[in-house]
């Protein structure tokens, strides 16, 4: 039935993309909006982007628009939200209105999505989370997740420090540790500081003397690890939830007189693993990277094929995902691309 119902979807999008262009006195459309399907078999994609806030989230739209082209078969629509939940939730309306065969988001925040999601239900429109997860009273509302297991990566950086720590000239004295925390309410956020703290708390040294919004951001992070210098002076690990803070961080501490990594007076620990961060990892300015994976196309394209064909899908798609130092960085850093 729903294939039946894709040249009515395709006159949807055409009509409401003349809408938009006659309609918005003095604004110009997105790009992706002045689009239309010049192909019936093409399946329709809409996939509204949280942002483009750091080197990651870049990385994770190409593999999207990599992914669904015209020469793979699809139609693509794409929304960047700009760290806004009301342009998101805008996007999703409109894709809903458009009738697009799917709809991929990665959800700004956890909550607020329960009556955008019924809309697109009763349009019998299936749609896939990718990179963050939401709370919903009904999962159903949802087909499919594609992202990182982000509890398992504050897991793995906790034990990275609980190795790196043995035999240390603080291994049974007091560990001081700052952490800068992502976007507040986000799935990253949250999992990365749930998995961490389940190690940490099995350590009776280990002193979390604070932990601030960063806000995922190079500005942010130096402003933070700033304050955290000057309230903490005896900080021994810092903890930042991606690589952009990290870099911020890293600034602050330089310019503080202080030093990082192997061999430093603060041992960094950081998140996604991009290649800035990992040529760091190499030099030793940052002890560890714990790496999110972006390319997260590839997976959601799987999935939408997998129903196409009538095919049984999981809930939860975890990405494949590594811990780089100095001991294994080079055999990937040649070929990282973001």
């Not at 110009?28 to 002045?34: F, Q, R």
Request: glycine share 8%; hydrophobic share 35%; aromatic share 8%.
């Amino acid at each position: 039935m729903k294939r039946n119902n894709k040249i009515f979807r395709k006159v949807i999008i055409v009509l409401a993309v003349l809408a938009l262009i006659t309609g918005c006195a003095g604004q110009e459309p997105e790009a992706e909006d002045t689009r239309t399907p010049t192909d019936d078999d093409l399946i329709v994609v809409g996939v509204s982007q949280e942002g483009s806030e750091s080197v990651w989230r870049t990385a994770n739209t190409r593999s999207v628009k990599e992914t669904f082209t015209k020469e793979n078969g699809y139609f693509l629509i794409f929304k960047n939200a700009r760290q806004k939940q009301e342009n998101q939730i805008k996007a999703l309306r409109s894709f809903i209105s458009q009738r697009v065969d799917y709809i991929v988001f990665s959800p700004i925040v956890e909550d607020g999505w329960d009556t955008v999601l019924q809309e697109a239900r009763e349009a019998e429109i299936p749609v896939i989370l990718m990179d963050r997860k939401i709370n919903v009273k009904d999962e159903s509302l949802y087909t499919a997740w594609v992202g990182s297991d982000f509890v398992e990566e504050g897991r793995n950086a906790g034990k990275w420090l609980e190795d790196y720590l043995k035999g240390q000239r603080f291994n049974d004295d007091q560990v001081n540790i700052v952490v800068l925390q992502g976007t507040a309410g986000t799935t990253a956020m949250f999992g990365r500081t749930q998995g961490f703290e389940e190690i940490a708390a099995k350590h009776e040294n280990w002193n979390i003397l604070e932990q601030t919004n960063a806000d995922f951001t190079t500005a942010k992070g130096e402003e933070e690890m700033r304050r955290l210098l000057n309230t903490y002076p005896g900080i021994d690990v810092l903890v930042s939830q991606n690589d952009d803070m990290t870099f911020g961080a890293l600034e602050a501490i330089q310019s503080a007189g202080r030093t990082t990594g192997t061999g430093g007076d603060i041992t960094v620990i950081s998140f996604d693993g991009t290649k800035k961060a990992l040529e760091k990892v190499k030099t030793g300015a940052i002890n560890v990277d714990v790496e999110c994976n972006p390319y997260q196309g590839k997976y959601i394209e799987e999935i939408i094929q997998a129903l196409e064909t009538g095919q049984s899908i999981e809930k939860d798609n975890y990405v494949e995902e590594k811990v780089f130092t100095q001991k294994n960085v080079l055999s990937v850093l040649n070929d990282r691309t973001y």
